[in-house]
């Protein structure tokens, strides 16, 4: 499935949009990064707002005090400590669209509640279930691109296909056009928070929208589906059968759960791939042992989130005063944590820029760790290799060397704009 040309072409302003939000055109981060971690581990203030990008530290431009850490061990620090870093700013960030319900920005027994009711779902049993739904999907639409020879693989495959795929996880009808509606108010939600605040006016106004209707939408779908009996084996028929404190789950609910997903849940994963791509490409030796080596394509997945991690801060918000490096936090600032730069942290991670499947796995925070690691991690790496697998199959897939090079850019955000390919 790649989606009908002006479809696509929706999908594309959409995420322009989002990526020029979030800094599209700022400098290298990582050179930046590489500096802090060595001069100033501890930034008084957000980097994202000296780069004029919403952070989810202040998304709300409250004005809050705000302190930035770049090393690995500072950021794994304050992501397994729940109870002196808390996570409920979150809230006035994505949150706010969502109706307050937002996994990653509750602490409380909610929280626990929550998780506990969707971890069955992403289970390595579920995984296993949900990677033979979506490898045909795959396999399919690359087939589809498989006789033009040639691609510009963002916006001909790297956007439509995460969005069919996570849709096709959640259990939404097998509707083409809903499918990119779905996917564009998510994407409203995203460039909600803006810097500029005559912007902000507008991007928030749709942002609510965007979410009053995916909300109203996927409630139309849940009691759809509770109405025809249909459980199966997608995550609406899950919560459809779940229960919580011996009780089963009433629409709302389910739909609230399924919502709070919708925003980000394509879009890492196109950024994220899209830039593992990249690297793959502009290393053809590389490219060419894993395509002989299928067993590789799970390091080349995991080797490429941490090398260039798709979302690059994370923030949370010190519950009591604390210390880091002689630089006092007090409790209700926030802490800006660089997860980009901690990915990259070379007292981590050996020649952390390159690009190394053989390197030893470690944790990746870009997915967050302890009670808020990323549920869906699993999913989107499953996704990802599927991908991958695929398009090892198109033979001696290489860079168009006559189309520009593909350059990774952004800052709260990173990927590719564009990733021109040929084959054959």
Known sequence: MTGKPSEVSEISRDFAEVSSVYGTDTED???????????????????????????QADYSNLGRQVFTLFRYDDVLQVLRDPKTFTSTLLQE???????????TGMDDATHKVA?????????????????????????????????RGKAELMEDLLLPLPVRLI??????????????????RGMRILVGPQRDPEKAKASM?????????????????????????SVGEDLIGYLLRAEADG???DDAHITELIRQMLPAAAETTTRSFGSMLVALLERPALLERIRD???LVAKAVNEGMRWETASQFLARQAAVDVEFHGVKVPAGAALSLCSGSANRDETVFENPD??????????????????????????????????????LDLPNLRLDPDQPPPMIVGAQLRGPRALHVVWG
């Open 354 to 391: 390159e690009f190394d499947i053989d390197r030893p796995q470690k944790v990746n925070v870009g997915f967050g760790a302890g009670v808020h690691m990323c549920l869906g991690m699993p999913v989107a790496k499953t996704e990802m290799e599927a991908m991958l697998n695929a398009l």
């Open 205 to 229: 106004a749709a942002a609510f929208a965007a979410a009053q209707e995916l909300y109203d939408d996927t409630l139309d779908v849940v009691r759809q589906r509770r109405a025809e009996g």
């Open 293 to 295: 080596d299928r067993s």
């Open 29 to 55: 981060p990582h050179a930046v990064y590489r500096e802090a971690r060595k001069h100033e581990p501890i930034m008084v203030g957000d980097i994202l707002a000296k780069w004029n990008v919403p952070s």
């Open 115 to 147: 998780r506990k009711l969707l971890a069955p779902a992403f289970s390595p049993k579920a995984i296993a279930g949900w990677k033979a739904l979506l490898t045909p999907v795959v396999a399919d639409a690359v087939a589809k691109l498989a006789p």
């Open 93 to 103: 960030g994505l949150g706010q669209f969502l109706g307050g319900f937002l996994l």
């Open 247 to 249: 009780e089963m789950l």
């Open 167 to 184: 849709y096709e996880i959640i259990g939404f009808p097998k509707d083409e056009a809903k499918t990119q509606e779905f996917a564009a």
